[in-house]
């Protein structure tokens, strides 16, 4: 079986080893390194530059643990000094290390690699044109046509651009022109208080600058669990975070060095940079699908089945451009799940109600299955515990007590169908909840699964104890 896959990020990749190892020939094009621009652009390089800014932690909470640096008095927070150059260059050279370590690794698994922009041009074939920096071998005029049994299509999505507030690389900036900054911004106003504006406000506050938030909403993080986003939000407020609520920007312009936010209600905001994290749109573009008869919505997502099947039956589709969930792990698993099904294995449809994110703030939000507003707006009756981390012994010792562990169970079973976590490294935390909803554990087998002493999974531990007694009344083994 040969397939031809477009988009090189994990939607793309994931796939290619699962088709390599299940021994289908493959080709993966893509226009940029592998990894896409999860790892170039994204994930990759926004985790890393908060990795730097959570060395802050360690520096707040030594004093108060007893621990002081050279020429500090007492309790006081040490003097530090941020060097972005340093921070940004080690962000790109890990997202290009990352890069390459995927590309050994797919084609080490047997898949071929084209480096250049593909566009379909039937339900088997693909042309690829060459992109800057790479070379095409067999094409006629640079253009090569591939043919595949099967084609997938995974080429992720782009950051939503706004007429009225262009970007400029240097003073109004996309959340991928942040990598191009060599100082911290004297006053950084962020529009759009989602997942990505968030994780940046994070970051930057923690280099120095003064953040402002412009928020269309009365919250941050809006679609998340409202104790969590309003917990960020506390935390926000007390390193001296400001947000403008219910705030549309109608327009952004720079203004000599500097940017206004024009609100749409007559008032201006104005920083030394603006930053735009307002959303993301599918990658569909140009790529030939209304020719072949692939259907995409309103939006230029492309549509799918429950397998990653788009309205072509030769044709599949995986991640940020079918914008079921622009999440990594869930372009993976449609990746996955698209060769599984094309290749002939068991397979099942993607589990939506058992998705698990993190939003990395600090302390982080990370979440999996049904939340309870979703639970609200469909009327599915939940059972909730929340467990402050304020009594966990770790949280404690860490001096981190930010935080608290809830559980979503259905009443009568005490199955165990959401979670949320706030916490440190509650992108880990996260996974014994994301276990228990996947294979639909009760709160009672939860709370019985051993964890360590001490730990922040205790806490998990407690709370699943405390909603079983309270859902199923008493313990069931
Ligand atoms: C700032 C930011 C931070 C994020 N952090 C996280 C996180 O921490 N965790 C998480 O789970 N998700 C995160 N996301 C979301 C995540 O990046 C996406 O969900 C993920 O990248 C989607 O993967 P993909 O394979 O669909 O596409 P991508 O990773 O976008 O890769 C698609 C690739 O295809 C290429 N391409 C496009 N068109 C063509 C064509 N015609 N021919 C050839 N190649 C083409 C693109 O250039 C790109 O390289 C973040 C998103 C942003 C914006």
């Known amino acids: 079986m040969r397939v031809v896959i477009v988009g090189g990020g994990p939607g793309g990749y994931e796939a290619a ?8 020939e493959v080709t993966v094009v893509n226009d940029e390194g592998l990894g896409g621009a999860c790892v170039l652009w994204d994930c ?66 047997g898949a071929r690699v084209v480096l250049g922009r593909g566009r379909v041009v039937g339900p088997h074939t693909v042309e690829v044109r060459p992109t800057g920096g790479g070379s095409l071998a067999g094409g006629a005029g640079g ?62 506050l923690r280099f120095g600058a003064q953040v402002t938030f412009v928020c269309s909403r009365d919250r941050i993080l809006p679609t998340q669990d409202e104790d969590a986003a309003l917990a960020i939000e506390d935390v926000f407020e007390r390193r001296g975070l400001q947000t403008i609520k219910k705030a549309k920007a109608a327009k952004v312009e720079r203004v ?52 990653s099947r788009t309205t ?13 969930l622009m999440r990594a792990s869930v372009a993976a698993m449609q990746g996955r799940i698209a060769m599984w099904h094309l290749l002939g ?23 999996v299955g049904l939340s309870e507003l979703r639970a609200a707006e469909t009327g599915i009756e939940v059972e909730v515990d929340t467990l402050p981390l304020a009594g966990n012994s770790r949280a404690k010792m860490s001096n981190r007590p930010d935080g608290f562990v809830k559980l979503l169970a259905r009443p009568g079973s005490g199955t165990i169908c959401g979670g949320a976590v706030v916490a440190g490294y509650a992108s880990d935390l996260i996974a014994p909840i994301s276990e228990a909803c996947f ?12 964890q360590t002493y001490p730990s922040f999974a205790g806490s998990i531990q407690e709370c699943a104890r405390r909603l079983a007694v309270r859902v199923q009344g008493s313990y069931r083994y």
Do not use: C
């Open 312 to 324: 072509v039956p030769s044709i599949y589709a995986a991640g940020d451009v079918t914008a079921k």
């Open 17 to 24: 080893l699962v088709a390599a190892d299940l021994g289908a």
């Open 256 to 307: 000599g060095d500097r940017g206004v936010v024009h609100l749409d209600d007559g008032r201006t905001v104005e920083g030394s940079h603006v930053l735009l994290t307002i959303g993301q749109v599918p990658q569909s573009n140009g790529l030939g699908l209304d020719e072949v008869g692939v259907a995409t919505d309103e939006r230029g997502a492309v549509i799918v089945d429950g397998v």
């Open 345 to 367: 294995q068991a397979v099942s449809p993607l589990r939506w109600d058992a998705v698990a994110a993190t939003i990395f703030t600090d302390p982080q939000i990370a979440t």
């Open 143 to 204: 253009v090569e046509r591939l043919e595949g049994d099967a084609i997938l299509l995974a080429t992720g999505s782009d950051p939503r651009r706004m007429d009225a507030a262009p970007t400029d690389g240097e003073v109004i900036l996309s959340s991928q022109d942040v990598y191009r900054l060599r100082k911290v911004p004297e006053h950084l106003v962020v529009v759009g208080a989602g997942s990505t504006g968030a994780e940046y406000a994070t970051a930057f």
């Open 439 to 450: 294979n639909r554990l009760t709160a009672s087998q939860l709370s019985q699964v051993f």
């Open 44 to 109: 990759v390089p926004s985790k890393t530059l908060l990795t730097s800014a959570q060395a802050f932690n360690t520096l707040e909470t030594a004093p108060s643990l007893g621990v002081h640096f050279e020429g500090m008095q007492g309790q006081e927070v040490p003097r530090y000094e941020v060097d972005l150059p340093t921070i940004m260059s080690r962000v790109r050279d890990l997202a290009v290390a990352q890069s390459e370590d995927i590309g050994k690794r797919v084609r080490a698994a």
